[in-house]
């Protein structure tokens, strides 16, 4: 699956894992994001932070009725206001890609996953 | 005086200034906010969330400076909103972590906290971005370690860490691309910068000034000037969706609320709604709203139903866009135009062509071609229409070569005719066209361009005849390779399929470009691509639709 694009001088076609490569850099960006999460934990083993290569395992790009929706399985440390920081996500992803990409996201939907606890 | 320790009572008013102070300056710091969204919104991010983490402070009645620590950290988190205040939260989080068991704290304890904060929100982030808060906050850090033993005073010791803060600040642009190339500093570090004053201020009994004097001025101007370029370079005034940017506070009214409840969420549903650029930030008082919208008496209406509403601002964007597009465009046409250093012509027949060619970067084209040849004339003017100095002609046919060449002699400008005989001849030429080389050179490059293409035509006979040894009936059709007829049959797709075989050479050939006439459909043009692909299954294929009449297909052949 992939998203088309027409432009005067001809098509432009983006790949999910594009995108989904996109939305987990711009996702790790944010702060509070310590990781992205595989939302197929069984499959791809216990190891729960995915390595940047694998981002698109974590992200989801949907494509129903001519609007995409993106999911993100993310992992945020423990002590931020959680709701906050998927908002953040939420609004660095859409505008990453619609910078980078020129694609305007409908929804961004965020999975928190899991949280680190880090010793303080 | 000097304070060589540090009591509960006294930090606690420093949290208050400094968040007082940084009150003073949201408007500010959002107008420095380019990054990580350029929304505008990091000053009121920060404020909403210090606010808050002093709102706790205030409430707490204690000299102990662990406790006052531990209230500003809880406020903090609650109230914290946008990347610049969940960051803030938890420097102050790892602040508090660290003064917790303390009564009073020295500078070294101090420093040590300041540490402590920026411990824990590093470990909050997967990929630090550098050149934020996040390096303000480090740098301002590690420097306070190694003041705190020359400064046992703390409003020496804040001194020396405000100093190294600003200088920190102002590095920001060097770490942060985007910050440079606005031209600002970061927003959430002056947020950060903006409360070490306060909270200096108020250990020195000084008054704040409600703007910063630190920062120019200007950077408010050159944010917003970054602002409008953008908005003229990318949009037309018909792009514009909602015409109105309405910017709204409402104060909270208990009785109001009562009647209508407040949910953020809703509230933000329900503009979304009505329009874009959306921003709704609240807290128990306020809640500011910025929309782009048609309808703006109808986002006050329903804003009105939870209190009253205050500093509101609205304008017509559809107006400011055409009077600042209006005013480029109205000096634009005063001027002549002036006459530019090469022009091409090149002559066409079918819409899709004269497309492409004008893609490929031909000033002019003139409709023509087979059986349709324009007069010298035509070209003639087309000439004096491409305005340069230099004018390159392509025919594109044979039959038309000749008129080129007269209505060069004409021209009062430098004209050469690029003998193309064939369409794909024409858009080699054009693609071996270098503006920065002399027109001798371009002349021998597009000659020469034109010769390495292969063209090949299908079209049908208007009468029997007999041609280089091809019997030709009446209504067959014909492949023409490079002018010469290669092949004759009744069915289109298999005179086309002969062609093809005859034109490439698998060898040497790479690409191969299908034009589609106005006659030919598209189950034709497919059926002719798998043919294409099943036997040459390394040539790459592009289709164009050229609308031309009389040749069913053009193929090039590189």
Known sequence: MSIDLNTNYGHVTITNEVISTVAGGAAVECYGIVGMASKNQIKDGLADILRKENFSKGVVVRQEDGQVHIDMYIIVSYGTKISEVAHNVQSQVKYTLDKTVGLSVDSVNVYIHGVQVAND | ?558
């Open chain 2, 1 to 558: 005086m000097t304070i060589r320790t540090l009591d509960g009572a006294t930090f606690a008013q420093m949290v208050l200034t400094g968040a007082n102070h940084l009150t003073n300056n949201a408007k500010m710091i959002d107008a420095l906010n380019v990054f990580p969204v350029p929304d505008g919104d990091t000053g009121t991010n920060m404020n909403l969330s210090m606010t808050s983490g002093a709102n706790e402070v205030r409430n707490v009645v204690t000299n102990h400076v662990g406790e006052v620590g531990k209230s500003l950290a809880k406020g903090l988190l609650m109230g914290a909103r946008g990347n610049s205040g969940v960051i803030l939260s938890q420097l102050f989080r790892g602040f508090s972590k660290a003064v917790e068991d303390k009564e009073t704290i020295t500078t070294a304890e101090f420093a040590e906290a300041l540490q402590s904060g920026v411990k824990t929100a590093y470990k909050a982030v997967m990929k630090p971005v550098e050149g934020t808060i996040l390096t303000v906050a480090k740098e301002s850090a590690q420097a306070a370690e190694s003041l705190a033993q020359e400064h046992e005073d703390h409003i020496e010791f804040l001194e020396a860490v405000l100093k190294e803060a600003k200088a920190s600040l102002k590095r920001t642009p060097e770490l942060l691309p985007v910050l440079k190339e606005v031209g600002v500093v970061d927003s959430g570090g002056q947020g950060l910068v903006t409360i070490y004053e306060g909270f200096l201020a108020n250990l020195k009994g000084e008054e704040l000034p409600a703007h910063s004097g630190d920062l120019n001025n200007s950077m408010d101007e050159m944010v917003n000037a970054e602002h409008h370029k953008l908005a003229q370079d990318f949009m037309d005034t018909d792009d514009i969706v909602y015409g109105y940017c309405t910017e709204f506070m409402v104060k909270f009214e208990e009785d109001k609320l009562k009647e209508t409840p407040y949910d953020e969420e809703a509230f933000r549903q329900a503009l979304s709604e009505r329009g874009d650029s959306l921003l709704v930030v609240s807290d128990e008082d306020l809640v500011k709203v910025h929309v782009h919208t048609e309808q703006p008496g109808e986002a006050l209406n329903m804003a009105q139903s939870y209190g009253s509403l205050i500093n509101m601002k609205i304008e017509n964007m559809r107006e400011q866009h055409t009077s600042i597009v209006g005013d480029q465009k109205s000096s634009e046409s005063k001027q002549e135009k002036p006459k530019e250093e090469f022009g091409i012509v090149s002559v066409a027949m079918g819409t899709g062509i004269k497309e492409m060619l004008e893609s490929l970067g031909a000033s002019v084209v003139i409709e023509g071609g087979q059986t349709m040849n324009p007069s010298t004339q035509d070209i003639a003017n087309a000439i004096q229409q491409a305005n340069a100095k230099n004018v390159i002609v392509l025919p594109n046919n044979k039959n038309i070569v000749m008129a080129a060449e007269q209505a060069a002699e004409l021209a009062e400008e430098q004209v050469v005719v690029v003998p193309t005989k064939t369409v794909p001849q024409g858009m080699s030429a054009l693609l071996a066209f270098l503006p920065d080389q002399s027109l001798e050179e371009n002349e021998k490059a597009m000659k020469e361009a034109a010769q390495q293409v292969k063209t090949g035509q299908i079209t049908y006979a208007v009468r029997d005849t007999q041609i280089e040894g091809v019997d030709i009936e009446k209504g067959h059709f014909m492949g023409i390779i490079d002018g010469k007829i290669s092949s004759s049959n009744q069915d289109k797709l298999q005179t086309t399929k002969q062609l093809l075989l005859d034109m490439i050479d698998e060898d040497e050939d790479e690409i191969i470009t299908i034009i589609q006439g106005e006659e030919a459909t598209s189950e034709e043009v497919e059926t002719i691509e798998a043919f294409i692909e099943e036997r040459f299954e390394d040539m790459e294929v592009e289709i164009h639709k050229g609308n031309q009449p009389i040749y069913s297909f053009i193929f090039s052949v590189e």
